[in-house]
């Protein structure tokens, strides 16, 4: 298109007009080389590419439970499924314990102190100072035909030299034993270990970074290669597992999967318990009392037992045992599927798990699916274990517990269902959309909070709603804006935070739903990207893109501003200056603060009609505008972060109205705009963000008051 010269002389008075000095920091420019470029694995659009490819290992494990010494021994046979379009030389397996042996890095580099104050658990966790030999023992690596596997162990990670290269569609099949002592919880923080109960003295275990696991390799940058050091998560292949725990015989035990031999594990009540909880949708049946279970604490048993468990196409396999054990299950309708909702925890969560915990379960199920996918899986555990809060396919470990006699308030019950919605709602993100936790914490951590805080508001609508809500970021940036890091920086640097890799990404996605894209177009997008990856491996790139292409938003401003900054929104009223026409006698009332300037409207001049020979009707036009009320409102974007303008007017008859405008008002100028609103009313003062819904970290400079 060519446009006269002109019509660039009225467009450029136009912009000299209407902003004040420019102000160009590129939030607008897209996010180009700041993505990988598209190709055959991963599309433009953000979908897999048709060449998309994943590995699959399948794992065929054994593993004991010695509950004298708390010790853990396993030996696993796996197989490797080369997907790619690669010949692979060697394997990378995952050694996550060895981030708790001697001399390891997380606690060599652990920045340390001595306060004038400190306890002694605190020393002990500061300095490592553990008495505990930690670490796995490996014992042999062999192919399935008994010959040795040549192998080398880097810190938490082991290299397995392949007797041959692994060509394109082949398989690899191995064997390896090993040992750990599990570790005490309540000294050494970490996400497996046991919790001792000194009352009856017995021992609940949570058992999770257990086995020797593949490191991924994709795509993307081959092998994995960043070591685990604690903070950053875990990056996982799907697979097959076939797992039998062998633990003392009066044991409950509760893992990812189906059980496979109930008949052999479980008592006939139990079984009859069971059978009926799978028709009973409305309420939890007990599959194990606290009756029985307080009995089983007492007389300890000396015998064992094995339960099988299987699970198809999950990305990491955990288990729960112990003799405190309290099961209860529920059927949930999740079409096509029925799922069972269940808890397992100790006498000491009663009754507030009694009362809760299966429910909170059935409806992080029920809001998540209908916000992503159908949950595919059989099952959907919540363990109750002290202090913690972790999740794997199927099985999460929770704390939240009443007092000691049992009286609980409206805030244990509120801790319980952050704990349960969040670590069930792991099972969509990471668990089945598979993203590398260790690289980009928000991708699971992030959407997961936006999930769970969605749950609370459908299902809890009376418990706390703040936390990862745009309103709740605001205390770190005015107390620790120095010290944040964006989300897309990784965990191990971020500390795991809980601005970088929960809240900023949770409030990213209120922000998005509830101002810029609306709840229709959110959740429709956020859907197709969800579907688009499950069981698959998205990278940051993929979401970005997805939430883009399914919904017709170019968002790179937003992605840039809320993932790869932590510029914060602080956009002031700087001014308001109101004007009516001259010819209009209006006469103000007394009580206005501020008395409106006149503008004259004039005809317009013939130059202004280039070639054109008709006219605009100039009388209609001054006609129209009689009597109107124009506000020239001056907007500051004090704290950097370009945002769409939430705007309520509220008029000098009381009335209200609003209007939402878009970020893309800052595209001229990202530090100061002005805009002209008309009204018939008079306007008694307008306020930004009155329902707290950008994240606008100083509502101080928010109203501006009239009269
Ligand atoms: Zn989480």
């Known amino acids: 298109m060519i446009f006269s010269r002109g019509v660039y002389i009225v467009l450029f008075s136009f912009i000299f007009f209407t902003t004040k000095a420019q102000q160009w920091s590129a939030s607008f420019e897209q996010l180009g080389s700041k993505l990988p470029t598209p190709n055959t694995y991963r599309t433009g659009s953000g979908a897999p590419g048709e060449a998309y490819w ?38 990378w397996v995952q050694l996550d314990q060895n981030v708790r042996k001697e001399g390891n890095i997380k606690d060599v580099t652990n920045i340390t102190g001595i306060a004038p104050k400190m306890s002694t658990k605190n020393i002990v966790q500061e300095l490592g100072a553990y008495d505990y030999d930690g670490g796995f023992k490996i014992g042999e690596i062999e192919t399935t035909a008994g010959e040795n596997l040549d192998y080398f162990i880097n810190r938490t990670m082991m290299r397995i030299n392949l007797p041959t290269p692994l060509k394109p569609g082949e398989n690899f099949e191995f064997k390896m034993s090993w040992s750990y002592n599990l570790y005490d919880r309540m000294i050494i923080n970490g996400r497996g270990g046991y919790e001792y109960f000194p009352e009856d003295k017995n021992y609940a275990y949570t058992v999770a970074q ?32 076939d797992v039998e725990i062998t633990v003392p015989a009066d044991h409950i035990v509760s893992a990812t999967g189906e059980l496979q031999n109930a008949t052999q594990v479980l008592s006939a009540e139990q079984q009859k318990r069971w059978t009926l909880a799978k028709k009973t949708f409305d309420k939890p049946v007990i599959i194990a009392s606290q009756e029985e279970a307080e009995a089983r604490e007492k007389n300890k048993s000396s015998e064992t037992k094995s339960w099988h468990f299987k699970a198809q196409n999950v990305r990491d396999f955990a288990f729960a045992t112990s003799r405190k054990y309290i099961w ?129 508001r459908e299902r809890y609508p009376t418990l706390d709603t703040i936390w990862g809500s745009p309103k709740s970021m605001t205390v770190y940036h005015i107390r620790f804006d120095q010290w944040l890091d964006a989300p897309m920086t990784n965990p191990d640097i971020t500390n795991f935070s809980d601005y970088s890799d929960y809240g900023q990404a949770s409030a990213a996605m209120n922000v998005l739903r509830n101002v ?18 499950k069981f698959k491996r998205p990278k940051p790139a993929d979401f970005f893109r997805v939430m883009e292409d399914a919904s017709a938003t170019d968002l790179d401003w937003f992605w840039k501003g809320w ?90 008859d009381n009335t209200t109205a609003s209007e939402t405008i878009p970020a893309e008002i800052w595209r001229y100028s990202e530090s100061e705009v002005t805009k002209v609103f008309y009204f018939n009313k008079v306007l008694k003062s307008v306020q930004l963000d009155p329902f707290d819904k950008t994240g606008d970290i100083n509502t101080r400079n928010n109203v501006f008051k009239l009269n």
């Open 54 to 91: 994943q590995q699959k290992v399948d794992y065929k494990i054994k593993v004991s439970i010695d509950d004298e010494k708390q010790v853990l021994t396993g030996t696993e046979t796996i197989t490797y499924h080369n997907n790619s379009p690669d010949v692979l030389t060697y394997l």
């Open 210 to 241: 257990w086995y020797p696991r593949l490191c991924v390799y994709d795509d993307y940058e081959g092998w994995q290669n960043k070591q685990f050091i604690g903070d950053g998560e875990f990056a996982l292949e799907f697979g097959d597992f």
């Open 328 to 456: 209860e299950a529920q059927a949930v309708k999740l079409p096509p599927n029925t799922v069972m909702a269940m808890s397992v925890y100790p006498k000491e969560a009663n009754p507030l798990w009694a009362n809760e915990a299966t429910k909170a379960v059935k409806n992080a199920l029920e809001v998540y699916s209908s916000r992503t996918f159908d949950y595919p899986y059989p099952v959907a555990i919540a363990v109750n274990a002290a202090n913690q809060g972790m999740e794997y396919p199927m099985i999460c470990f929770n704390g939240s517990r009443p007092n000691k006699n049992g009286k609980y308030s409206q805030r244990h019950v509120s801790d319980l269902v952050d704990v349960v919605v969040h670590e069930v709602g792991h099972n969509y993100f990471p668990m089945i959309v598979n993203t590398d936790e260790r690289m980009y914490g928000w991708m699971d951590e992030g959407l997961n909070t936006f999930l769970e805080l969605e749950t609370k």
């Open 516 to 533: 810029i894209m609306g709840k229709e177009l959110f959740d429709m997008a956020f859907k197709t990207y969800a579907n688009l990856w």
């Open 563 to 652: 993932f790869f900054k932590t510029t914060p929104v602080d956009v002031a009223i700087e001014n308001v200056k109101w004007y009516r026409l001259r010819d209009d006698n209006f006469q103000p009332k007394q009580k206005y603060g501020i008395l409106p300037k006149y503008f004259s409207l004039t005809e317009t001049p013939d130059i202004f009609y280039w070639d054109f020979l008709s006219r605009v009707d100039d009388e209609k036009i001054k006609a129209d505008f009689k009597g109107k009320n124009f506000y020239d409102i001056t907007f500051k974007n004090v704290g950097g972060l370009v945002s769409p303008l939430v705007l309520q007017f509220t008029f000098d």
